[in-house]
């Protein structure tokens, strides 16, 4: 479970509603939004939190509306959801995990590879860095994933407790 998160990092303003967005996306595709796929964008909008796509399935199999939706929507829905801009992919440990991007600000993780935790933050030096790097190779950034892979506080002091008990 990688859905313990911080979220502390606020919302950025936009001018339409997700669903909005996506329904305006799929326009461009000559595909309809159908009832299947608005019960996927509002649930996804309304829990903002790390996620894949068999907890997504789990969690609207729980609601009335999303009962009946089948893994196949449920996958392709989340491939046009992060190429409408409304989600973003990143990979952990072989594991596809979605969380916003539409109407969140830009930011960066660490990962606890032992609890799995997502520790959000976001920081002007490491946006610097990566300017000053992309600028060396007269390359125009526009955009960049950093992932700290590691242990967190607790898993920490866990290990240290336990090495601990060990030796006595
Ligand atoms: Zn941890
Ligand atoms: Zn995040």
Same mark, same amino acid.
């Given at each position: ?9 606020g ?23 159908t ?7 509002e649930?996804?909008?309304a ?8 907890q997504?399935?789990?969690?609207l ?7 009946? #939706? /089948? @893994?196949?929507?449920?996958?392709r829905?989340?491939?046009e959801?992060v190429e409408? *801009? &409304?989600?973003?992919?990143m ?23 032992s ?11 490491v946006?610097?860095i990566?300017?000053?790097? #992309? /600028? @060396?190779h ?5 955009g960049?994933?950093?992932i700290?892979? *590691? &242990?967190?506080a607790?898993?920490?002091s866990?290990?240290?407790k336990?090495?601990?008990?060990d030796?006595?």
């Amino acid at each position: 479970m990688a859905s313990a998160a911080d979220f502390s990092l606020g919302k950025v303003a936009v001018a339409m509603t997700p669903q909005e967005r996506f329904a305006e996306f799929l326009q461009t595709r000559g595909k309809r939004i159908t009832r299947q796929r608005e019960v996927i964008v509002e649930h996804v909008s309304a829990h903002h939190e790390h996620f894949d796509a068999e907890q997504l399935l789990a969690g609207l199999r729980r609601t009335p509306g999303g009962a009946r #939706a /089948s @893994r196949p929507t449920v996958y392709r829905t989340l491939a046009e959801m992060v190429e409408a *801009g &409304l989600l973003k992919k990143m990979v952990l440990d072989g594991r596809a995990v979605y969380e916003h991007d539409y109407g969140y600000p830009q930011h960066d993780h660490l990962y606890c590879t032992s609890c799995h935790r997502l520790i959000e933050f976001s920081s002007e030096e490491v946006a610097r860095i990566r300017d000053e790097v #992309a /600028s @060396r190779h007269q390359f125009r950034p526009q955009g960049h994933r950093l992932i700290i892979s *590691g &242990l967190c506080a607790n898993c920490r002091s866990n290990r240290s407790k336990s090495r601990h008990q060990d030796r006595v």
